[in-house]
């Protein structure tokens, strides 16, 4: 906080209250918890940029919080573009664990980042399928419920095009969804494939997996890993028999990952790699394996 910041300043609690809710839009708007968090510290760095006669000039903060957030990631999703073109293989959201911690080092309850449906990793990567814009009407009015007025307001475009650009958004959702499995098949389904997996029995990885699988891993040009994804059952079920990490000392963990069951393969306790999965029905549809070491912070131990 800056030396300028009053810490009596009235109203202080409710601003920085405020910082749960501008993570959690910040993740799902860009993906990132990293860059989640830079955006929340720039946006309560122009915030007390502000004199106090400033501030106190704001009708309700929150709102004002959440507009400047989201225009700073809605810039970010727009330069994100180039960005990606020089990212090395496929990228993927940032994974999260269960009751993630929005900012490293802290055990803030207020923090964390709530994990629902619109975090899930088939979510998050249809969202990145999607146009800055589509994106950021979408989960504000959507996700957050702010209404197409005050969208309009941060997007740059009529509360008419806010509501096309939402509709929009939810067809590629609608497109992209499948029928769920239950809750309890999804861990059976990822249990499964982690015994099938730690003995190499590419035959009970074929049977869990659906046709159209596709396996897709992030190693950001910083670790190995597979640089375009991998379709269909019989190359998805030999790709991971070949990587036998048990043998060479890795533990092959159950965890939740985006609110769904997940795994992480841990080296001396370090989280290596972690996989999230996509489910249809009784058959896993998609593996996203993050292996990038700069999107698995929240994991290490």
């Known amino acids: 906080m800056d030396e300028g910041t ?33 955006v929340v510290q720039e946006t309560y760095a122009r915030w007390y940029a502000m004199t ?56 803030d309850p207020a923090d964390r980042v709530t994990l ?23 989960i504000l009015h959507d ?8 969208v309009a307001e941060i997007v740059g475009r009529t509360p008419a095009a806010c509501r096309q650009l939402a509709s929009s958004a939810r067809r590629r959702i609608r497109d992209a969804q499948a029928p769920t499995a239950p809750s309890a098949r999804k861990t059976e389904l990822v249990r499964a494939f982690k015994a099938a997996w730690e003995t190499s029995d590419i035959q009970a990885i074929i049977s869990l997996l659906d046709p159209d699988i596709v396996a897709t891993a992030d190693g950001g040009g910083i670790v190995t890993a597979t ?7 019989a190359e998805v079920a030999a790709s991971f028999g070949r990587l036998n990490v048990v043998l060479h000392g890795r533990d092959i963990v159950e965890r ?18 972690v996989v999230a999965f996509g489910f249809s029905g009784d058959k896993i549809t998609n593996i996203w394996a993050v292996r990038n070491p700069e999107k698995l912070h929240p994991w290490t131990n």
């Open 116 to 138: 629902d449906e619109s975090v899930n990793m088939a979510f998050l990567v249809v969202l990145d399928s999607m146009t800055p814009a589509e994106r950021v009407a979408f």
């Open 256 to 273: 939740t990952v985006n609110g769904q069951p997940g795994l992480v393969i841990e080296f001396e306790g370090k989280a290596e790699t």
């Open 6 to 38: 009053d810490v009596s300043e009235p109203g202080l609690s409710a601003i920085m209250s405020e910082r749960r809710q501008l993570i959690s839009l910040a993740y799902r708007l860009l993906g990132s918890l990293a860059d989640a968090e830079d």
């Open 143 to 150: 996700v957050f419920r702010y209404p197409f007025p005050e």
């Open 52 to 107: 106090v006669p400033q501030r106190d000039a704001i009708d309700n903060p929150a709102a004002w919080l959440t507009k400047v957030a989201s225009r700073i990631c809605l810039d970010l999703l727009r330069s994100a573009r180039s960005r990606r073109e020089r990212y090395v293989g496929e990228w993927i959201p940032e994974p999260l664990p269960e009751d993630s911690e929005a900012t490293s080092g802290t055990a």
């Open 227 to 233: 640089l375009e994804p991998i379709h269909g059952t």
